[in-house]
């Protein structure tokens, strides 16, 4: 059983560390525009990748649209900047 908490209870520092892993790994990947990368975070704050997922999921109760919502981008503003630019590289 999972519980999904968006957005996560963490520090910003644990934020910040995250979403640089996160960065680098899509990067890495040489993923396309977007991308969802999952982590488990240790109780000592240590993190380790469980997956990048290349495509998740889009419906407005999805993931990757919660993550979005959490950041202040609507799902109607998520699905336009894909639809705009979602052939590129996020750089």
Known sequence: MTEEICPAKLTKNEEEAM????????????????????????EDGSLSC?????????????????????AGISYYELCEDIAKHGKGVLS
């Open 19 to 42: 979403g640089l892993m996160a960065l680098k790994v899509h990067r890495t990947l040489g993923l396309g525009y977007y991308s969802r990368v999952d982590f488990i975070m240790e």
């Open 50 to 70: 469980l997956e990048a997922n290349t495509l998740p999921g889009m419906t407005p109760f999805s993931l990757l649209p919660q993550e979005a919502m959490a």
